[in-house]
């Protein structure tokens, strides 16, 4: 029984990746429109040194925005801001030390952001980690729950006030949080969300992004009970080509290595989705979305459960020290 529950998750993911790199053989990705320049406006991504939060950030600043790198490297963040720099002739890019696995460094990088008295227009929730092996946050948090979703729950709650006061009737401020299609496959078990009764990596990275989307669900429906000028939409990059894929087993990064280059979507073309719905005229005011290559579709029957997305935030409100109210 016990390797059953093991195997299950490993079969559904594996699953959910082959159906989605058939569909990109034949289309890898929608082209990003021309986007409007959006001078001034400030943007955090999470992520933002490596892969698909690189070039989302990259972008972003191309669009003349003011964009804050987050992440626990200093030396990888240093040298995306100069990267980005150099390439968009940009010079509004800074970095901001954060490591997501902890609370408290959360919590600082919320106030170092605050003190230097900027708007905030668009928060993307991009970071992660995949596979990895059984572990905790230093909060003791499963890792996956702890770092995919938690963190930015977190992030996200502490930076809301902010983003509130940023929104207008004609830009709404945005949130735009990274999940993938492996939620499809997911089970946000509220008696177990540390992944504690039979650990599965598998199981756990797919209950993280689960959560996100039940999160982002959640997020946008007390967004627009309260009327704020903001809105929360969760995206899907597809399966791209960056460094999630470290912990595959031997015949995993094989099978990678040998098809990689035409099956999986570059880092680029994974960030096409974060940058249309972080910037999009046509989602303007528009929330509560799932986005996959640029265009709205269905996620998870489970994902639209209003009483499992309200039981969510009330469980991670508590493990995050925060009071349920948004």
């Known amino acids: 029984m016990r390797l059953l529950q093991i195997i299950m998750p490993v079969l559904r993911n594996y699953y959910i990746a082959m159906t989605v790199l058939l569909q990109q053989l034949f289309r890898r990705s929608s082209p990003l429109p021309v986007l409007p ?22 972008h972003l600043a191309r669009l003349g925005m003011h964009v804050i790198i987050v992440g626990n490297n200093e030396s990888d963040g240093r040298q995306a801001v100069t990267r980005i720099q150099q390439d968009t002739l940009h010079e509004k890019v800074e970095f901001l030390f954060c490591d997501l696995a902890s609370m408290k460094s959360i ?15 668009v928060l993307v929730n991009n970071a992660g980690v995949m596979l990895e092996p059984e572990g905790k946050t230093e909060d003791g948090f499963e890792k996956h729950f702890g770092i995919n979703y938690l963190s930015h729950f977190l992030l996200t709650r502490l930076l809301l006030d902010t983003l509130r006061k940023s929104g207008t009737n004609d830009f709404n401020a945005r949130v735009v949080t990274v999940s993938s299609a492996t939620h499809f496959t997911g089970k946000v078990n509220l008696e177990d969300l540390q992944s504690s009764h039979c650990y599965s990596s598998h199981g756990a990275y797919a209950q993280s992004k ?3 989307v039940l999160f982002t669900y959640h997020l946008q429906h007390l967004l627009t009970v309260d009327g704020s000028y903001v809105t929360a ?12 894929y470290k912990n595959l087993c031997y015949l995993g990064s094989f099978l990678k290595w040998m098809t990689g280059w035409l099956l999986l979507k570059s880092a680029e073309e994974g960030a096409s989705t974060s940058i249309y719905s972080s910037v999009s005229p046509d989602l303007e005011g528009i929330g509560g979305c799932y986005l996959y290559n640029g265009e709205r579709i269905k996620s998870a029957d489970v994902s639209y459960n209003i009483e499992l997305q309200k039981k969510l935030w009330t469980e991670s409100c508590k493990m995050a020290v925060l009071p349920v109210s948004s």
């Open 210 to 212: 689960l959560a996100l």
């Open 107 to 121: 919590r600082n990088c919320v106030r170092n952001f605050k003190a230097k008295n900027l708007d905030l227009h």
């Open 37 to 58: 320049q959006r001078n001034g406006k400030v943007a955090i991504v999470t992520g933002g040194a490596r892969g698909i939060g690189f070039h989302t950030a990259k």
């Open 233 to 244: 939409n969760v995206v899907d990059p597809g399966v791209v080509n960056t460094d999630l």
